[in-house]
């Protein structure tokens, strides 16, 4: 992709992982991009202007005067410039900031006088990410149009704590704008942004356990990352999004409008019935186990009582149950994990299920499935088969929803 002439505005506020920032500026400029970094001046605490001005071969901006020279910086034009705002890191406290309208710094005056989509990428100690003050700011900023989060991920943080919070990687970050501007560049593509608001989605994700007895129980291996990434794209293009999650390590992303957790395949199918008759788009993300012993036994079955065999009985298929009552108005989405005759076993499933639109992913093939942070996918759906290539599952998430959009809108 040409990246010459793209103008990107960097705004770098005060956290550890401002190193990160000198990463994506080289990312950049190695790709073609202009970057003008503008600074908050805790930022510079972590890293020196010298640093950020020789990579991005531009000066950079902090205060609104450069009292050195007597300059005015030009908060409104910088706003206008740029094609794309870019906030990485970006502070609980400005993320407060952006939130509550307040302009102390040249970072915000720029940030409020933009005209141009603006990202952030928060990063944080995990109190201060799961604090509901910080959750009100970044549902405050999802819900507007033209912004979009990108994480924060989960894993090691500077205080030594462990989960969410980390700035999301810069590869990620740089993956996902070149993604961003080719699928703008495509004028066939339908806008991106803010085009389900006011539409209600409801996701399934992760697996269910189904209780052998009060220790052991069958499950499999999804860890829900491809359908709390969906739930998180939804959120990003204002839809208001119902999830229904299996036991999974993940925490739910913020702003969601329910959220309910299950362990196994009885209660996720009871979950979806509640929210059946209200959901515009249904998503059956969750790797639900088809069979569940018929009797739990209670407390934990005794080695010595030797090997018996557990006898099984079907789990209702949630899908499929939905598919057969289905408004003509409501769109359903179902998934599809195979490891042989895929697309066969996925157009029997689209069909026999009553699906507008199956993603198929193959265990197969290196990349896709269960746990990873990627996944290559076909899409079968009215308008053909579509195969989308490996990408982390946020980006796969957000080509899903453009297909659904192509087709729930314009079919
Ligand atoms: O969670 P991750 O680690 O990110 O992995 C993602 C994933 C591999 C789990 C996901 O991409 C995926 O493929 N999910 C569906 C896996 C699956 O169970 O497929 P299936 O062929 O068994 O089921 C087909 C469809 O029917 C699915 O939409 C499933 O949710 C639904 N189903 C199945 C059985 C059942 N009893 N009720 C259902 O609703």
Known sequence: MDWAGRKILLGITGSIA???ATWIIRQLKSKGAEVQVVCSTDALGFVTPLTLATLSERPVY???VRSDQGEWVNHVALGLWADLMLIAPCSAHTLAKMAGGLCDNLLMAVYLSARCPVWFAPAMDLDMWKHPATSRNVNELISRPNHRMLGPASGALASGLSGVGRMSEPQEIVDAMEQWWLSTNDQARPPVLDTWRGKKVLIT???TREAIDDVRYISNHSSGKMG????????EQGAEVMLISGPVSLSPPQGLQSFVAVESALEMHQAVEK???????GIFCAAVADFRPVHKKDGKIKKKDG???IALV???DI???IGRNKRADQFLVGFALETENGLAEAARKKSTKQCDLLVLNHLNDPGAGFGLDTNQVTLLSNMGITELPLAPKIEIARQIIQHITKCYFHS
Not at 228 to 235: E, G, I, R, S
Not at 275 to 281: K, T
């Open 18 to 20: 401002a190193y990160k």
């Open 62 to 64: 902090t205060e609104f």
């Open 205 to 207: 994700a992760g697996p």
């Open 228 to 235: 709390y990434t969906l739930a998180q794209a939804f959120l």
């Open 275 to 281: 929210y059946q008759e209200q959901f515009n788009v």
């Open 307 to 309: 090997v018996s065999p």
């Open 314 to 316: 079907a789990n209702p």
């Open 319 to 321: 899908l499929a149950e």
